[in-house]
């Protein structure tokens, strides 16, 4: 049975993060629940993860999929209550599970008690202090402020029906607060000790690289602003050095408690940078979001891991592995669609989506072969990894949605530029048939398509060769052959990846070329049939050497 009370645990985990509307409806009403988390817990436990993080549960209007947040303290009503979300963590404990629970210090919701008492306060006031207001420029202040853009597009800055204007880096339903403020800071720990308090083991940290800003002015123009990452903490908006005070006391509310609880900063920040989210004294990890951003190349793999490597020894931390999470096109599908020169598997996903899914052609089994070989490498690497749902269903994103099914304001807000994020956050196929796959007994709230019911968990239990069987084999056997955080470059073919864990553990990834030889000894999982003993192209083998 696994130790809850290890307070290291993190330092190798696997985490399974948990979009709770999209996971599993529980009462028919088409959005996922935390019973419905509560309901699979079977499915979780044979999985075999050590953590899962839930994507915000809290009472919310979804004007950015639950990250705009109106309570910090409470289960929004259509995902439950305070008592289903106990019940959630005990279930979850129970199973030997540790659960993370996501963050949203940057911006609360517009109709947060805080924002609406700002809105009907006064200039100046107390509680407008909260967040971010100024007047506007111009005869009359019709004009904001700045010409400062939201991360959505679009201003960022929203005029209130009295004259001032607030400042919101994303979406206008998300007001950015004010961390200069005390009483901002002191909310927020409480926050922290209320869930913690619950159970929870951890914290995911949204938009970490924000909060504290420099909005002095004059205003740089955006054209000086618009890059995010300057990597040396004098952008206005993103990780200037003062938001590590903020993190310190966190570390100090963590380790109140026993074990003390962990924390994962969300942070895109220059590479150098990230040391510090990582620290023992900040956060303690940092997400590090190159192999979500790497094309299926072998020397972006190798450029990647070499990063990673470095970010361990820089902080201390363990890094962090991942294909993909709620906020970027599936990862069978980006490295099913042709990437040409000079072009990223990012971008092309993109555009198919924008083109809603039509072309160029994706090659859907190739796609879910080389996300399989991926979720090897990533699994076998010294570290934690974090698995977005139905990535271990081999999921390929929903590229047709309907323009009238979208709910991402990045869809709405950036003018036709993207069509957002909802293609991998439709909810689950569980049953190849029946209402909903089985997500619920009376559909979904985003349409999911008929194709879905072919990667069901259902059909995937019954089929020893699936992406569920692999994840699952996957994960048993890292935890009996994971010791120590080394590795060690094996020279091999140059299209090939070739690494060694302590133990005689080595993983073989043959990227387009094959088929290759593997070294000799015991070939433990592959994540596709070899050929005569050999590695065929993109494929990657564990195998126990001596
Ligand atoms: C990052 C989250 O992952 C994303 O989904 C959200 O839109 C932004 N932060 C704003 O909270
Ligand atoms: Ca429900």
């Not at 204007?165 to 403020?181: G, S, V």
């Not at 924000?210 to 123009?221: A, Y």
């Not at 323009?403 to 439709?426: F, I, T």
Request: overall charge negative; hydrophobic content about 40%; proline content about 7%.
């Amino acid at each position: 049975m696994t130790d809850l009370s290890d307070p290291t645990w993190w330092r190798s985990a696997v985490v399974y993060q948990i979009y709770p509307r999209s996971f599993a409806d529980s009462n028919a009403d088409g959005i996922g629940d935390l019973p419905g988390i509560t309901s699979r817990m079977g499915y979780l436990r044979e999985l075999g993860v050590d953590a899962v993080w839930l994507s915000p549960f809290y009472p919310s209007a979804l004007a950015d999929g639950g990250y705009d947040v109106d309570d910090y303290r409470d289960v929004d009503p259509r995902l439950g209550t305070l008592a289903d979300f106990d019940a959630m963590v005990e279930a979850l404990h129970d199973n030997g599970i540790r659960v993370v629970v996501d963050i949203v210090p940057n911006h609360t919701s517009d109709r947060h008690a805080w924002f609406r008492e700002a809105l009907a306060s006064p200039a100046g006031s107390a509680a407008r202090q909260r967040y971010i207001f100024r007047d506007g420029r111009g005869p009359g202040g019709v004009l904001p402020p700045n010409d400062w853009e939201s991360g959505f597009g679009g201003p960022a800055w929203e005029r209130t029906p009295e004259g001032q204007w607030y400042f919101h880096h994303f979406a206008r339903e998300q007001p950015d607060l004010n961390w200069d403020n005390p009483e901002v800071r002191a909310d927020f720990r409480t926050t922290l000790r209320f869930w913690a308090d619950r159970g929870v083991d951890g914290f995911r940290v949204d938009v970490a690289h924000g909060l504290v800003k420099d909005m002095s002015e004059p205003f740089d123009p955006w054209a000086d602003v618009a890059q995010m990452q300057r990597g040396d903490g004098s952008h206005p908006l993103w990780d200037r050095d003062g938001v590590h005070e903020v993190y310190a006391s966190w570390r100090a509310v963590f380790d109140e408690y026993d074990p003390p609880r962990f924390a994962v900063a969300e942070a895109s920040v220059h590479p150098r940078r990230r040391a510090r989210y990582a620290s023992a004294e900040g956060l303690g990890q940092a997400f590090n979001f190159e192999m979500q951003e790497a094309d299926w190349r072998v020397e972006d793999y190798r450029r990647v891991i070499d990063s990673g490597l470095a970010d361990m020894r820089e902080s201390g931390s363990s890094t962090t592995w991942l294909l993909g999470c709620h906020d970027t096109p599936r990862v069978a599908t980006r490295y099913g669609l042709p990437v040409g020169p000079g072009e990223h598997a990012q971008q092309v996903a993109r555009q198919w989506l924008l083109r809603d899914g039509a072309e160029p052609v994706l090659d859907r089994a190739l796609g879910e072969r080389r996300a399989r070989a991926a979720a090897l490498v990533l699994l076998a690497l010294p570290g934690s990894t974090y698995v977005y749902q139905g990535d271990e269903l081999g999921l390929h994103e929903v590229g047709d949605l309907p323009a009238a099914a979208l709910q991402d304001p990045m869809a709405s807000r950036s003018g036709g530029a993207e069509k957002g994020r909802d293609g991998c956050r439709v909810p689950l196929p569980w049953t190849a048939q029946g209402p909903s796959f089985g997500f619920g007994g009376n559909g979904a709230h985003l349409p999911q398509p008929a194709w879905f019911g072919r990667y069901a968990v259902q059909s995937q239990e019954a089929d020893p060769s699936s992406t569920l069987a692999l994840y699952r084999s996957a994960l048993a056997l890292r935890r009996r052959l994971a010791r120590g955080e080394d590795l060690a470059w094996v020279e091999d073919e140059p299209q090939v990846l070739h690494f060694a864990r302590s133990g005689g553990w080595h993983c073989v990834t043959a990227f387009g070329n094959g088929p290759v030889a593997l070294p000799a000894g015991q070939v433990l999982l592959a994540s596709a049939p070899l050929e005569d003993g050999r590695l065929p192209a993109d494929a990657t083998a564990w195998v126990r050497m001596g």
